[in-house]
């Protein structure tokens, strides 16, 4: 079965720091798996090299079998692979729900769509309110999301890496901060 997501003896280096050393590795579709490793050891630039936010020194990477080694970010995003930030990366003026609404958008074809109009796409709303619910954020759903407490940011993070409908989702350091619970 072709794999989900492809590493072929990736390498990156920063000037003369050669950080990422030959990665090879077949994630298959259906899988969660995690990658870890003391800080440092290139975790995150991993990720930004498989979601093309750095270009790769030299290997390639393939998504679901389409080669996606030289593609910006929105295009390797928009052939169906998400990923939330360590560091979190919302829209903080934004409220919760208009924050998921960003995300479920382009995968719903409404990308360059006027704010009425999204006020009224039911199919966007539902899903957007269906990733709240499961977030239990619902009850913030107005608030803006800068004013959320840490955990909560972390929970919309992970909200609008997951309401695009991607298949393929890379999660950096998601719990980072938060409690068990
Ligand atoms: N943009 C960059 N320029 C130079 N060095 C970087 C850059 N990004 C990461 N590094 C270095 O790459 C190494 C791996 O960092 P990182 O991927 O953040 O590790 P991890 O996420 O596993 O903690 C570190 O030594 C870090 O300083
Ligand atoms: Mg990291």
Redesign the pocket.
């Given at each position: 079965m072709t794999p989900a997501l492809e590493l072929v003896d990736v390498q990156k280096s920063?000037?003369r720091?050669a950080?990422i050393r030959g990665v090879s590795l077949a994630i298959e579709a259906g899988t969660r798996q995690a990658l870890i490793?003391?800080?440092?050891?290139?975790?995150?630039?991993?990720?930004?090299l498989v979601t093309g936010k750095?270009p790769v020194s030299s290997g390639r990477i393939r998504l679901n079998g389409e080669e996606i080694t030289e593609l910006r970010p929105y295009e390797i995003n928009r052939r169906g692979l998400s990923r939330s930030f360590?560091v979190t990366n919302i829209f903080s003026r934004l409220s919760v729900f208009e924050n998921l609404r960003c995300s479920v958008l382009w995968s719903r074809g409404y990308g360059y769509s006027f704010w009425h109009l999204v006020e009224n796409a039911r199919d966007v709303r539902e899903r957007a309110e269906t990733v709240m619910e499961q977030l239990n954020l619902t009850a913030r759903r107005h608030m803006p999301a800068g004013l959320l407490a840490y955990a909560e940011q972390r929970a919309l993070e992970i909200g609008i890496a997951i309401a695009g409908g991607a298949d393929v989702i890379l999660l950096?350091?998601p719990t980072s901060g938060m409690s068990r619970s």
């Open positions: 920063f000037g720091s950080i490793g003391p800080n440092g050891a290139g975790k995150s630039t991993l990720f930004n750095y360590q950096d350091e």
